[in-house]
């Protein structure tokens, strides 16, 4: 049973990162890149961290795990903020209808 819910947090994961890297090619503009990408990742990687802590049991393994996942979802929105932050400070101009794509 545990082993079946692990596959399910992998695979849930698996999807957060593959439609991370499609909006990563396929959106318009740096802003829409970064927060698709920025997104999709902590939750892939946080599911699939999550999956692996169940299949693991309890063990100091596991915990290292969690530690792990904790670190991910504090320090990627701060990461991804901050690049935002510095491309709207370099005069980086948001996509609008009826531009070309960059």
């Known amino acids: 049973m545990m082993n079946t819910l692990a596959s399910i947090f992998v695979v849930i994961g698996l999807f957060f990162m593959v439609v991370g890297a499609l909006g990563l090619i396929r959106l318009p503009d740096f802003y829409t890149r970064v927060h698709a990408s920025g997104k999709c990742d902590t939750m892939g990687e946080g599911m699939m961290l999550l999956g692996f802590i169940l299949y693991e049991g309890t063990s100091l393994i596991a915990v290292k ?31 609008k209808i009826g531009d070309e794509r960059r």
Request: aromatic fraction near 12%; proline fraction near 6%.
């Open 65 to 95: 795990m969690f530690l792990l996942v904790l670190f991910i979802f504090i320090t990627s929105p701060t990461a991804v903020h901050a690049i935002m932050n510095v491309a709207h400070t370099c005069g980086t101009e948001p996509w």
